[in-house]
């Protein structure tokens, strides 16, 4: 019998839960995550083989890239796998020239780090094959190697799989057997504990069960040790692993992005999940049935992951965990605010208003703010929601929505309608708690078009748009994102950003998404677990960056190649002086507030508490 | 004139093409290409019926499961459900059936019941005949017609059908507060079952 083995290879390291990298994980989390569940404490990794046996039962195939390995061999691996992420995450955008400079005396790193991939190509043909046999069966999740479908005999499955996928549109019908399949650049797969598929991001999930078996029973094997995997890096892909009460998430990625970057990205797919569904009713689904087929109750909502996908891939705000809104003159949005401030009915809230897929204003309810702010990446998923879906742009839309960071376990009743038909750029999103205020927020929206009617607001804010980094007047500065922290004056507010449009020569989107790769690297030394830098200069081969980090704020900019450290340093300060001066425009600052609770006594714990009813008699999904 | 507003919701299986009827009915609009409701939506559009004007307000709800339990919220207070299945679709069929049963369970008493079979363009590969559909629509009192949100078949037709079976206002207004005071009544109702 073989035995699926992954820990002997040299070119590949399975990262465990180490007490390192748990500490250091929350660090770049901090914005949009709150701590990770309890995770098991870190122990010897002791494999239970029998337990493996169970979850996968390989067929001998006789290819020696099954690789068989005793308990000795096995617990004698060292699972930390510290020094081993850090030499891999290094592997980032290759530069031809990388130096750096820091203030962080924490950070001994040496000025030349060279990308690590080449170093470790392994000589040994065994060995390249048995890396091989992972890249396969994970990464590019090849099916026959998953002892069901051994090359020639292909599982009926599958077949069945395939073609019920093809009545489905565009990539869900993808043959996951093609290579084209495999070059995607990030596939993400969410499946349950039973091991059942929930969502693929290409290809059918049906085409993909067994893939999906296999990464659980990665899963299991390691959680068998009382432990917990969290990536497995090969030389051309990071396989990520984030597991989430009942659901398992996985992100296979051949993007230079870090680990932290890619469980940040898995946790907003799971977030999108419960704010579909609530973490309350999955958790009541699965402890009912185990193997239930949550795509049930995902079924017509593909799209909305699938845009969640593709807006992380190319919006900064999800790197930053921070909400980009559109820049207004000041006195438009302060009249849009007392708009919104206006228009109230009792348990109402959060007033939103959204322009171009962008942040206009917000207004919330006084007593919610008080305890707790929106979180951006609650804003995110709103965001992605209206974005994503065509279904908003007729008629008003009313449905629960449940808001992750917020209260994952409840629902919230939102209301949604375009206030400008049928071209559908402003976007009205009202919050209620209780589901039956349909038409009191419908009336709501009728107030707040009469008003901006008579303000004559649509043409002002169609004519607002994004800026161009000329505007700053800094010649070498091709582009930039800053983020200010939390300071006195907007303490408990939205976490925001604020970036130009990106110009020349960033039009293409290759060019756009080369750039934004840059950024993630830069973000990701910025925030990197075991050496975290304050300040980087990094000369890359088309252009500079420099990232620079303060208690005050966070900034990313890109300078033209032959810019100066002292030109770079001029042109910063020249920058953050704009900023200073256009923030009222660039920035949601003073953002109103109303008062729906009908009884001033109430707090918001007991407005929370009403969300727990009309969650439970609302949406209870068994 | 009189105006008399008619709350009215639509209920199928997902992909039976309920939206498509009400765009159809709303904008006279036809998008072979639209994504799944989320939640429900809402539409207003005023007829003339005889001496009277009657405002349609629509909901028309998402066909996925996870929507399921909000259904009551729209066909509480309504005066005419249109149920929807697609002929092409078996199980939608089925799904028709178990709306059927709901709403004599729980909808409301008199609700008037109108059965659209969609996608009747699609006749080639029809699944459910018409006959066992007009069958069992007679033998509900409902009001049955093959339509085509594409080709625009049959669809104002639903709609002018439901005016036709909706009981005329008496003086005393007894029918007329049911269908206008929608407010009042769904706060009332929201006693008694939440």
């Known amino acids: ?622 | 004139m009189a105006l008399r507003e008619l709350k009215v919701c639509l209920l199928g299986d997902t992909g039976v093409g309920k939206t498509s009827i009400v765009w159809r009915f709303v904008e006279d609009s036809f998008d072979p290409n639209i994504n799944p409701t989320i939640g429900a939506s809402f539409m207003t559009k005023t007829v003339q019926y005889q001496n009277e004007l009657h405002k349609f307000l629509i909901w028309d709800t998402a066909g996925q499961e996870r929507f399921r339990a909000l259904a009551p919220m729209y066909y509480r207070g309504s005066a005419a459900a249109v149920i929807v299945y697609d002929i092409t679709k078996e199980d939608s069929f089925q799904t028709l059936k178990n709306w059927v049963k709901e709403l004599r369970q729980h909808g409301p008493p008199n609700i008037v019941v109108a059965i659209a079979g969609n996608k009747c363009d699609l006749s080639d590969a029809r699944e459910v005949s018409e006959k066992d559909a007009k069958d069992y629509a007679e033998s509900i009192h409902a009001i049955f017609v093959e339509t085509s949100a594409k080709n625009a078949i049959n669809i104002n037709e639903v709609f002018t059908e439901i005016s036709k079976r909706i009981p005329v206002v008496d003086a005393a207004g007894g029918s007329s507060a049911k269908s206008i005071k929608l407010g009042r009544q769904v706060s009332e109702s929201r006693k008694t079952c939440c």
């Not at chain 1, 699972?79 to 030499?87: A, H, I, M, Q, R």
């Not at chain 1, 996951?176 to 995607?184: N, P």
């Not at chain 1, 008003?451 to 800026?467: C, D, E, F, P, R």
Request: proline letters at 6%; a negative charge.
């Open chain 1, 1 to 622: 019998m073989f035995i699926l083995i992954l820990f002997v290879c040299s070119n590949w390291d399975v990262i465990m839960d180490a007490d390192t990298l748990q500490e250091g994980e929350e660090q770049p989390m901090r914005n949009c995550a709150p701590p990770s569940d309890s995770e098991a404490p870190v122990g010897i990794l002791a494999p239970s083989l029998p337990l493996l046996r169970n979850h996968t039962t390989p067929e001998p195939t006789g290819r020696h890239d099954f690789v068989s390995v005793d308990e000795d061999q096995i617990s004698s691996l060292d699972p930390s796998g510290d020094t081993k992420v850090e030499l891999h995450s290094d592997a980032g955008p290759s530069s031809k020239l990388d130096s750096e400079e820091t203030d962080s005396p924490s950070c001994q790193r040496s000025v030349s780090t060279p990308p690590s991939g080449r170093e470790d190509v392994p000589t040994d043909p065994d060995q390249s094959d048995s890396g091989e046999f992972v890249v396969t069966m994970l990464a590019k999740a090849k099916l026959e190697e998953q002892g069901i479908g051994v090359k020639g005999r292909s599982s009926p499955l599958i077949e069945a799989g395939i073609q019920e996928a093809s009545a489905l549109a565009s990539h869900r019908d993808e043959d996951v057997t093609a290579d084209s399949w495999r070059q995607h650049r990030k596939h993400v797969f969410v499946l349950s504990e039973a091991g059942k598929p929930i969502y693929s991001r290409y290809g059918s999930e049906e085409a993909l069960s067994s893939t999906m078996g296999v990464m659980m029973a990665l899963v299991s094997f390691v959680q068998s040790g009382d432990n917990i995997i969290r990536s497995v890096y090969t030389e051309e892909h990071t396989v990520v692993f984030l597991q989430k009460g009942p659901l398992v998430l996985v992100c296979v990625s051949s993007s230079c992005q870090s680990e932290q970057q890619l469980r940040g990205e898995l946790l907003y797919v799971y977030y999108q999940i419960i704010s579909m569904l609530t973490q309350a009713s999955i958790s009541r689904i699965f402890e009912h049935k185990k193997n239930y087929d949550l795509r049930r109750l995902l079924a017509g909502s593909e799209k909305i992951l699938d845009g969640l996908l593709n807006l992380v891939d190319s919006d900064p705000s999800f790197l930053l965990a921070a909400v980009h809104c559109l820049p207004l003159v000041s006195s438009l949005r302060d009249s849009l605010s007392q708009i919104l401030q206006k228009a109230i009915t009792p348990n109402l809230v959060f007033s939103i208003l959204i322009a171009k897929n962008q942040l206009l204003t917000i207004v919330q309810e006084k007593t919610v703010i008080e305890d707790v702010r929106l979180e951006p990446a609650d804003v995110h998923l709103l965001l992605n929601l209206i974005g994503a879906s065509s279904a908003f742009q007729a008629g008003e839309i009313w449905t629960p929505i449940c808001l992750p960071l917020f209260n994952p376990d409840c629902y919230f009743y939102a209301y949604i309608s375009y206030l400008d038909p049928p071209e559908c750029t402003v976007c009205l999103l009202l919050l209620s708690t209780d589901k039956e205020a349909f038409y009191a927020v419908a009336e709501c929206k009728r107030k707040i078009e009469e008003a901006m009617t008579a303000q004559n607001s649509l043409s002002l804010i169609a004519k607002a748009q994004s800026y161009s980094v000329s505007q700053v007047g800094v010649s070498d500065l091709r582009h930039f994102m800053y983020k200010p922290f939390d300071v006195p004056d907007n303490y408990r507010q939205l976490t925001q950003f604020t970036s130009p449009e990106m110009e020349a020569p960033y039009c293409s989107d290759e060019e756009k998404m080369r750039l934004l790769d840059l950024y993630r690297y830069m973000h990701s030394r910025i925030h990197s677990t075991s050496r975290p830098l304050k300040l980087i200069y990094h000369v890359a081969e088309k252009e500079t960056l420099l990232a620079w980090v303060t208690s005050k704020f966070e900034l990313y900019t890109c300078f033209n190649p032959l810019v100066t450290k002292a030109c770079a340093i001029t042109a910063i300060t020249k920058l953050l002086r704009w900023i200073k001066k256009e923030e009222d425009r660039l920035f949601i600052r003073y953002p109103p507030k109303y008062s729906t609770t009908p009884n001033p006594s109430k707090s918001s714990k007991s407005s929370k508490s009403e969300q727990q009813d009309s969650a439970d008699n609302g949406l209870s999904l068994l």
